[in-house]
Each structure stands twice: as structure tokens, then as C-alpha cells.
């Protein structure tokens, strides 16, 4: 575990390094945090190109800034979408956002800040399955390994949706990054790091391949603090 870790918080580093020599960020600062990047609007543009996601009525994406764009997007279209609250730390973990009731613009519902407002908050059994999850990435390779910020949030959420059976093999997983993201070595894996289906940049789609995903949560990799810190898995771990 510990040589895993350290080998994703070196390809982080490098990455997060990588991009403010490159000026491929708006500005710097971008350790420790999924990176917001020059073209994440035409990253977002381009996914909004796909069949796949013109079909998908329903949408879970991460906050981060760099998604902005295709959180705007999905309800611009009409999309229902689903938003984490920060650190699932609410017994009701997603914030849903229905285009149809939307008291502010699309643009600002988007936001982590106005969502956080607006958006009414529901348990994960209210939910409706989910055609395509958007989440960010640190790194990502073209097998659809990936890396976070590390701080685990989103393996978490995706393993709570598959065992609910709102991700299925039918869902499609997909992260927008810059090009210099995208890395064509092994990524250092977990059993609990789940694949995605798919890597959009400004410039191309990339499809990966063989999807994984977990079938549920993994209550031995998780640490007694983390799951004390998220109410749902403290309402449900093994006693």
C-alpha cells in the first residue's frame, strides 16, 4: 500500500509540474487539486459531440472547476445531473440538479458554490441510474488508468453507484484533461481504482479499454478515520 501511494503522489507531482512549466493552466497552484486547464471548454465541446452523450439523460460529475464546462453543458441540454457533496460528508451524499426547476442559470447551477445552494440533496437509493459519469483526473493513460488527487472521493462514489446498481457496464466513464495529462506509461492501480471508458482532450476522444469498475465498496481499503468522516459508509459498515 505505502509503495503504491508513493508511487501516484510522484506521477502526480510530476504531472501538477508539468503543466505550470507548460502554462497549461490558468493559473498556478494546481498541486493538490484536480488541475482546471487551458481548453477545458473545448474539451467539454468535444464530449458533447459524442453519441454517447448526446443519448445519456442522466449525468453524475465531479465539482471540480475543470468540469465546469460539461456540467454547464449537461444542463444546458436538459440533462438531470448528479454533484457529490463535498467529501460525501451528508448523510444525503449527491446534490441533484434538474434543468427543469433551476431557480439560476445553467452556467451558475454548475458551480460547487451555487449547487451547494440550490440543489435539493438525495440519498443514493432516490437516485436514477446514471448514463455517463464525468470525473477529473491527475493522470490518466490510454488503458484508462487514472489518478485523482488522491484524496479518494471519487472511487468511493463510483463503488456506492455500481453497488446500487446505478453504474452498470452499460455506463460510460469518462474524464476530460489536457494532452499533457495523458501519460503512455503503467499507472500505479489499486483494486479499488476503477478504469475509464473514455479520455477527451481539446484535441481528440480516446477510447480505453477493457473497462473496470468495482462491484461495490471495499471496506478493507478503507481507513477506520475515512469511513467515521462519510456518514453513509459510517451507517453501514460491518459491524
Known amino acids: 500500500m505505502a509503495s503504491t501511494d508513493q508511487a501516484k503522489r510522484l506521477v502526480r507531482e510530476r504531472i501538477w509540474d508539468l503543466l505550470e512549466q507548460r502554462d497549461a493552466v490558468p493559473e ?3 498541486h493538490g487539486h484536480i488541475p482546471d486547464f487551458h481548453g477545458a471548454v473545448a474539451a467539454a465541446e468535444r464530449l458533447a459531440g459524442l453519441p ?3 443519448a ?18 449537461a444542463l444546458f441540454t436538459g440533462k438531470l445531473l448528479y454533484m457529490a457533496v463535498p467529501r460525501l460528508a451528508d448523510p444525503l451524499p449527491f446534490y441533484l440538479l434538474d434543468p427543469e426547476t433551476l431557480p439560476v442559470p445553467p452556467a451558475e447551477a454548475a458551480t460547487a458554490r451555487t449547487a451547494a445552494k440550490v440543489a ?3 440519498a443514493v437509493e432516490e437516485m436514477r441510474p ?5 470525473c477529473g483526473s491527475v493522470a490518466v493513460n490510454r488503458a484508462g488508468a487514472r489518478l ?3 484524496a479518494g472521493y471519487s472511487d468511493i462514489e463510483v463503488a456506492l453507484l455500481c453497488e446500487a446498481g446505478l453504474v452498470t457496464p452499460r455506463t460510460t466513464i469518462v474524464t476530460t484533461v489536457h494532452p499533457l495529462q495523458v501519460v503512455d506509461e503503467p499507472l500505479p492501480e489499486e483494486e479499488h481504482d476503477f ?3 473514455l479520455i477527451v482532450t481539446p484535441d481528440e476522444v480516446i477510447p480505453c479499454g477493457p473497462s473496470r469498475r468495482p462491484s461495490g465498496l ?3 481499503s478503507l481507513t477506520a478515520e475515512k469511513i467515521a468522516s462519510i456518514p453513509l459508509l459510517a451507517a453501514r459498515a460491518p459491524k
Open 130 to 134: 446514471v448514463d455517463v459519469v464525468v
Open 28 to 30: 498556478p497552484g494546481v
Open 148 to 150: 485523482g488527487k488522491g
Open 218 to 220: 471495499l471496506w478493507n
Open 56 to 73: 445519456a439523460q442522466v449525468v453524475k460529475a465531479v465539482p471540480d472547476q475543470a468540469q465546469h464546462p460539461v456540467r454547464t453543458h
Open 120 to 122: 435539493r440533496k438525495v
Open 195 to 197: 478504469r475509464v471508458d
Open 52 to 54: 454517447t452523450w448526446q
